[in-house]
């Protein structure tokens, strides 16, 4: 949606594991045109299962297709959604408003209204409120930075980075400002991620391509695109998705990480942390780094 676009907003409660159901419909509305986006979000970090559904239209939806939304969510009554038309305005203005910057080891992740607030030794990463997911404001995407910060800080050197489910760009824009010979390729399952990635790439003055110190992105479900493969394997591999995927993809991950490479994984409650280890200890993986106490672990594992 541009900044200036007009578009129509279904809204509709649902629990986190109908959240990773959806993250992956991409067929629910197949048979249109201008496919709906479809975003899911936690409101409140302190209630893990309440999420929200919002599927952005281009034009007004039909009654059958807000149904098609409440069918796809098993806990959502008929009539629940809400909907709202969103007149013609700066929408990534309005939605910037309020998000403060976050700080995870050296990074400073901000909007551009707050790139003043950098501290001299940070390092900078702008990235605007849009449709793609990825702020910086969640402890799975602050989690992650900071692995990529201590890594950096390790001396550890990696030349091949794969950032699973890419969303805004932000892990790969942080690893690509401490990696700087690296080359990086960033995947979404939605092409509007993959253009806002782009566009972030552009806007912190990175370079887009396919050689060292660039940055790449395609449009994949999962691992499964020509290019991901070719690029493999990896010394590093940034995913911050959720526990479900994470699980079903453990194989094709695994493969694609290269003897001694790390995994960085993220998305995943507390309650869910010894499901996903298990899933790539069956392949060889063992956790480098202990994951701190808290609801939303990052975990860091190696590749015997």
């Known amino acids: 949606?541009?900044?200036?676009?007009?578009?129509?907003?279904?809204?509709?409660?649902?629990?986190?594991?109908?959240?990773?159901?959806?993250?992956?419909?991409?067929?629910?509305?197949a048979d249109m045109a201008v496919q709906p986006t479809l975003l899911t979000d936690e409101p409140d970090p302190d209630k893990p299962d309440d999420w929200l559904l919002h599927a952005y239209f281009a034009s007004e939806p039909t009654t059958e297709q807000v149904a098609r939304l409440e069918n796809a969510v098993a806990s959502a009554a008929p009539g629940s959604a809400s909907v709202e038309y969103l007149p013609p305005q700066d929408w990534l203005t309005l939605s910037q408003a309020g998000i403060e910057p976050v700080v995870a080891g050296r990074f400073h992740v901000h909007t551009g209204d707050h790139a003043h607030r950098r501290r001299p030794g940070q390092i900078g990463i702008r990235i605007d409120?849009?449709?793609?997911?990825?702020?910086?404001?969640?402890?799975?995407?602050?989690?992650?930075?900071?692995?990529?910060?201590?890594?950096?800080?390790?001396?550890?050197?990696?030349?091949?980075?794969?950032?699973?489910?890419?969303?805004?760009?932000?892990?790969?824009?942080?690893?690509?400002?401490?990696?700087?010979?690296?080359?990086?390729?960033?995947?979404?399952i939605d092409p509007v991620s993959v253009d806002v990635a782009k566009a972030n790439t552009r806007l912190n003055r990175e370079r887009l391509g396919r050689t060292a110190g660039?940055?790449?992105?395609?449009?994949?479900?999962?691992?499964?695109?020509?290019?991901?493969?070719?690029?493999?394997?990896?010394?590093?591999?940034?995913?911050?998705?959720?526990?479900?995927?994470?699980?079903?993809?453990?194989?094709?991950?695994?493969?694609?990480?290269?003897?001694?490479?790390?995994?960085?994984?993220?998305?995943?409650?507390?309650?869910?942390?010894?499901?996903?280890?298990?899933?790539?200890?069956?392949?060889?993986?063992?956790?480098?780094?202990?994951?701190?106490?808290?609801?939303?672990?990052?975990?860091?594992?190696?590749?015997?």
């Not at 409660?13 to 992956?24: F, P």
């Open 214 to 304: 660039r940055l790449e992105f395609v449009t994949a479900k999962g691992m499964d695109a020509p290019r991901l493969r070719q690029r493999a394997r990896y010394d590093l591999i940034l995913a911050n998705i959720l526990a479900a995927p994470l699980v079903g993809m453990a194989g094709d991950i695994s493969a694609a990480l290269a003897p001694g490479g790390v995994l960085v994984l993220a998305g995943l409650l507390n309650g869910q942390r010894q499901r996903v280890v298990a899933a790539y200890r069956g392949r060889g993986l063992v956790p480098l780094i202990q994951p701190k106490v808290g609801e939303w672990p990052t975990l860091v594992l190696v590749k015997g």
């Open 1 to 29: 949606m541009s900044a200036d676009a007009e578009a129509w907003r279904v809204t509709l409660a649902c629990n986190r594991i109908e959240a990773e159901l959806l993250a992956y419909a991409e067929d629910l509305f």
């Open 129 to 188: 409120a849009g449709l793609a997911f990825g702020t910086g404001q969640h402890a799975t995407t602050h989690g992650c930075l900071k692995v990529i910060d201590r890594l950096a800080k390790r001396a550890r050197r990696f030349d091949n980075i794969l950032d699973l489910g890419t969303g805004t760009a932000v892990l790969a824009l942080g690893a690509a400002k401490r990696f700087r010979r690296a080359r990086i390729i960033g995947s979404d």
